[in-house]
Structure formats: C-alpha cells, structure tokens
C-alpha cells in the first residue's frame, strides 16, 4: 500500500488521522504502572480497615470499604484496556506503607490518592497523544474518583486531633 510523502516518516496514526506521538508500549507501562497503584490501593484500605483500632474504628472502616468498590472499579477498567490494547496486566501491587494508627493510616492513603492523580494526568496526556480519546475521557472520570476521596480524606485528617 502506497504511503503519501507526507505521511512518511510518521510511525502510526490514531483513528481520527492524526499523528501518535506516544506509542502502544509505552501506553501499556504506563497503564501497568497505574494498575499496580489501584491494586495497591485496595489492599491498602483493606488491610487498614482490618487493623483499624479506637473510637473512630467503625467510622473509618465504612469508608475504607466504601473507598474499596471505587478502586476495584478502576482496577478492572485498567486491567481490561491493558489487555484490550495487547498488554499483560500486571498481577504485583505497589507496596502497602506499614501504619498502626489510624492517623498515619489516613495520611499513607491521602498521599496515595494524590499520586494516583499525579499518575492519570500524565496517563491522560500519553492517552491524547496516543490519539485515544475514549481513554483520555475514562481516565479523567477516575480522576474525579481520586480527588472526591484525597478530599475526603484531607477533610478527616484536618479535624484529626490524636497526635
Ligand atoms: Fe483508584
Ligand atoms: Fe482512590
């Protein structure tokens, strides 16, 4: 098949004709490295929901499993497009912080959720330029996710007096 002149030096081109500038494997790392901080991030909230001790234990346990169907969610969507695009999902979590109290559980999970934003956003970019703007969309509404829980937790942790 005949490449126009303009065309080629142009590696691949997204569905809308435009030029990718972020190729397939470095997506599927990036989406693999995301993947790895959801399933990190389940068992975080897992474990501490689990370890959770003081008055606020049956507060926080609620919504440390409240927090668990949301990532799950975002587990499952990262793993499918992974696999979507060719990858292999990955099955290893990030390592879960050592906490005991309930403060340092919450401030461990608060600095997780930011990275989680930190990560999409540069997912976000690497999905525009890819051409997949599909992606781009889904990954934003898990951002939304993200910050709905970093702000809630910084909310706890802002009347937290325990020292
Ligand atoms: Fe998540
Ligand atoms: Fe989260």
Redesign the pocket.
């Known amino acids: 098949m005949a490449v126009s002149t303009d065309r080629k030096n142009r590696t691949a081109a997204s569905s809308n004709g435009s030029e990718r500038t972020v190729d397939q494997q470095t997506l599927i790392e990036g989406l693999n490295h995301d993947l790895a901080g959801e399933y990190q991030?389940i068992i975080m909230y897992m474990h501490y929901s689990a370890k959770l001790t003081g008055p606020y234990r049956k507060e926080l346990r609620n919504f440390f499993q409240t927090?668990i169907t949301?990532?799950q969610g975002?587990a499952q969507f990262l793993a499918d497009k992974i696999a979507t695009l060719g990858g292999e999902p990955t099955t290893e979590p990030r390592a879960v912080p050592h906490a005991d109290e309930p403060r340092g559980m919450l401030q461990r999970l608060l600095e997780?959720?930011i990275q989680?934003i930190t990560d999409y956003n540069e997912r976000i970019e690497q999905a525009e330029a890819f051409g997949d703007i599909g992606l781009k969309v889904d990954l934003e509404n898990q951002i939304a996710?993200?910050t709905r829980?970093?702000e809630e937790l910084a909310r706890i942790l802002a009347g937290w007096s325990e020292a």
């Open positions: 991030a927090e949301d990532e975002h997780a959720e989680a996710d993200e829980h970093k």
